[in-house]
């Protein structure tokens, strides 16, 4: 299975920042150092015959393209790209996006989409993709917001669509936060579903309306969540056909979480995971994950929560 990750997730912020980027590179590092996949540059680099240096137990580490501005517009606005790429917008927008505009956040978010389109691509082949960023769902069509630049999940899906790969997608979006952006770009297109189950009261505080959402109380423990997530999976598959799904994971539904407001556990998390992943791929319809949000303080939960994630997806992958 194919792992994307680059070091460019790991963005340069100001000191006291709350977005704790290390979580990339510790969740790479972890990867790595438990053999769980090997990096694709060092296998060309290596001196050993690429079967003494690769084993079947180890899944491929692989650098992103970025996403380009043809892959961009597709979901969209093409003055907004132009002016996210160019460093015009505005100092509202970009508080609105709560990073500092640099070039290296420009770079960082097309190798974020990328790396969900390279995901799709990949997951195709092999059934399941993992982006060890992205979730980016709260980017709209004409501006971004809650540290999403570019909506990686519909970019990919459009991008998918424009190549003949898929007719159908649908997005299973279960970051603790509602994916508005991706509800906006989805809306007045049906081959688009969009399905969101997260905390009501918590960020953004004006939703937008997805093809199903499930707004949940604060403080939902694993019993009800778990119940909720399964009724509606089995909704879906009654009302839409999808040719790929997009898994928005997110590690913030987690009790320790600072800006989660739900109560779920460590296993509660690798329950949801295993529910949707198994869902679709008994049905064999691909999947390509991305990792999405997670604030935890001890940034080690988030990563293990994020790993649990990436175990459970390589279990649902042809290989």
Not at 39 to 55: I, N, Y
Not at 137 to 162: I, L
Not at 250 to 272: M, N, V, W, Y
Not at 283 to 306: L, Q
Request: proline share 4%.
């Amino acid at each position: 299975m194919k792992l994307f990750y680059t070091d460019i997730f790991e963005l340069p912020l100001p000191d006291k920042h709350r977005f704790p980027m290390s979580k990339y590179r510790l969740l790479r590092e972890r990867i790595v150092s438990e053999g769980i996949a090997v990096d694709a540059r060092k296998l060309l680099e290596s001196a050993e015959p690429l079967c003494d240096s690769f084993h079947s137990t180890q899944h491929m580490l692989v650098i992103p393209d970025a996403a380009t501005d043809d892959e961009l517009h597709l979901a969209h606005n093409p003055l907004y790209v132009q002016n996210a790429v160019s460093g015009l917008l505005e100092q509202k927008e970009i508080k609105r996006i709560g990073f500092p505009w640099s070039d290296e956040l420009i770079e960082r978010s097309r190798r974020s989409t990328g790396a969900t389109i390279g995901a799709a691509r990949a997951a195709i082949v092999d059934g399941c993709a993992v982006n060890l960023a992205g979730g980016t769902h709260h980017a709209f069509p004409d501006c971004g917001e809650g540290y999403c630049v570019f909506n990686d999940s519909c970019v990919a899906a459009r991008v998918m669509q424009e190549e003949g790969l898929i007719s159908n997608a649908l997005i299973v979006d279960c970051d603790v936060h509602q994916g508005n952006g991706t509800a906006a770009i989805a809306k007045n297109d049906p081959s688009l579903f969009c399905f969101s189950i997260h905390n009501q009261k918590n960020f953004p505080f004006r939703k937008m309306d997805s093809d199903f959402d499930i707004g949940l109380a604060d403080d939902v423990e694993d019993a009800e969540y778990l119940d909720k997530l399964a009724d509606a999976l089995e909704k879906i598959s009654h009302r839409f056909s999808p040719d790929i799904v997009f898994y928005v994971s997110g590690a913030d539904p987690f009790a320790g979480d600072s800006l989660g407001r739900l109560q779920l556990s460590k296993t509660g998390l690798r329950q949801r995971d295993e529910m949707v992943l198994r869902s679709f791929r008994e049905e064999n319809i691909p999947v390509a994950v991305s990792m999405a949000g997670g604030y935890a303080k001890n940034v080690e939960d988030i990563v293990d929560i994020h790993f649990s994630t990436v175990q459970t997806a390589i279990r649902f992958s042809r290989k």
